[in-house]
């Protein structure tokens, strides 16, 4: 079982910056699939970003494309999402995500191919 804690969420103003991270009980250099999706209320789960470990092969929402960065850190087994340039439509329930397996060659792992969810980070930006 990979246990997943998020932190770093919080409020921001519009055009400000947060960093989440997710301390995982995995290698996040390792064959996993480690992302962050996101889920406001009324509204469906949706992809942010993913990264997968053994290359480093990133994968972005086009709609945070240039404004978010998903990092990992080996040492600490921890991955981050740097998030700038928030804006009014950001805010919601961040979720870390993992799940072993190879690394996808499409323009997102579709959510399935996350095994193992954390309890999510809230973040919210006022304009």
């Known amino acids: 079982q990979v246990q997943l804690v998020e932190s770093g969420g919080g409020s921001v103003q519009a055009g400000g910056s947060l960093r989440l991270s997710c301390a995982a009980s995995?290698?996040?250099?390792?064959?996993?699939?480690m992302g962050w999706f996101r889920q406001s209320p009324g509204k469906e789960r949706e992809e942010v970003a993913a990264?997968?470990?053994?290359?480093?092969?990133?994968y972005y929402a086009d709609s945070v494309k240039g404004r978010f960065t998903i990092s990992r850190d080996n040492a600490k087994t921890t991955v981050y999402l740097q998030m700038n340039s928030l804006k009014p439509e950001d805010p919601a329930m961040y979720y870390c995500?993992?799940?072993?397996?190879?690394?996808?060659?499409?323009?997102?792992?579709?959510?399935?191919?996350?095994?193992?969810w954390g309890q999510g980070t809230q973040v919210t930006v006022s304009s």
């Open positions: 990264i997968y470990g053994s290359t480093g092969l990133t």
């Open positions: 995500a993992a799940g072993p397996g190879g690394q996808w060659f499409g323009a997102f792992p579709p959510s399935v191919m996350f095994r193992f």
């Open positions: 995995v290698n996040p250099y390792g064959p996993y699939l």
